[in-house]
Structures are given as structure tokens and as C-alpha cells.
């Protein structure tokens, strides 16, 4: 009797913590070698757009340790839109603490995780050419390779139409 709850208490914990997020249109996340990211480490993520008409939200991922020595940190955001040959740049600064030196996101034991919203115009963006997106990032940051970066990677949430 005491397998079955070992086995059911996870299972049902679970189901009631996947109803609760909502599912991404598009996510991927590259482990960062060595936990050092290198300038010369520009992860790509590709997706694919069908429905012009809706909004998207574009999120970076970002995993990294409570060593980690910078408050933020400068993304340069490469994207090629469907059909096109070069990619265009952004530069975003991307805050990983508050002022009072307290990550933000979420952490767990020397872990923590974000999510910050990566468009111009705030949370949302209309994609509005139908095909294959292509977008990497790379950091700016003065030091190089940057030291305690575990992970990062991309979301792409399609809104819902109200």
C-alpha cells in the first residue's frame, strides 16, 4: 500500500502543476559549456509562424548560479525573419537582480531562473511574416567567457484571442 502513494502522490502533483502553466508555442534551452558562456557561443532557436494575425510573447531564459558576478546582462539579439539572408541586431540589457542585490526570477538552493521579456514593444509582438524565424543571442558583457551562466534559451507564448 505504501509503493502506491510513493507512485500516486507524484503523479497527481504533477497533473495539478501542468494544468496550471500555460504551454508554450515554441521552447528551447542550450546548456552553456562549461558554465562559461563564450562570446563565440551564439545559441539558435527556430521556429515556425502560420498565424500572422496573433500576438506572441518572446521571452530569454536564463539559468544561472548566486555566483554569479554582474547584476544583468547585454544581449546582442540577432533575428532573421522568413526569407531574408542577414540577421538583424539588438542590443537589450537584461536585469537579473534589484538594486538591493536580491535576484530576481526564481531560485532554488545557489540556482536561480528567468524570464524576461525580450521585444521592443513591451511584452507582445505581431510576427507578421508567415515561415521560419531564426534567433540567436550572444552576450556583450565585458568579461569574457562569462562565469556561472548554466543555461539559456527562448519561449514564444502565442496569446490567446479575446
Known amino acids: 500500500m505504501q509503493q ?11 497533473l495539478l502543476l501542468s494544468g496550471c502553466l500555460s504551454s508554450p508555442y515554441y521552447q528551447k534551452n542550450y546548456s552553456i559549456p562549461g558554465n562559461k558562456w ?21 521571452h530569454f531564459l536564463v539559468r544561472h548560479t548566486d555566483a554569479y558576478p554582474y547584476s544583468n546582462i ?3 539579439i540577432y533575428t532573421k525573419k522568413p526569407g531574408d539572408t542577414t540577421f538583424e541586431r539588438t542590443r537589450i540589457e537584461i536585469p537579473l537582480s534589484e538594486p538591493s542585490g536580491k535576484w530576481l526570477g526564481r531560485g532554488m538552493g545557489e540556482v536561480w531562473e528567468q524570464r524576461m521579456p525580450i521585444s521592443h514593444e513591451g511584452d507582445t509582438v505581431m510576427l507578421r511574416k508567415a515561415g ?7 552576450h556583450t558583457m565585458r568579461m569574457n567567457p562569462l562565469p556561472e551562466v548554466l543555461q539559456v534559451g527562448m519561449r514564444v507564448e502565442k496569446q490567446s484571442k479575446q
Open 38 to 58: 563564450d562570446y563565440s557561443f551564439e545559441p539558435s532557436f527556430k521556429f515556425e509562424v502560420t498565424d500572422t494575425n496573433s500576438l506572441y510573447n518572446l
Open 4 to 14: 502506491i502513494y510513493k507512485i500516486f502522490i507524484p503523479v497527481v502533483f504533477i
Open 132 to 138: 521560419m524565424w531564426e534567433i540567436k543571442f550572444g
Open 74 to 76: 547585454w544581449l546582442m
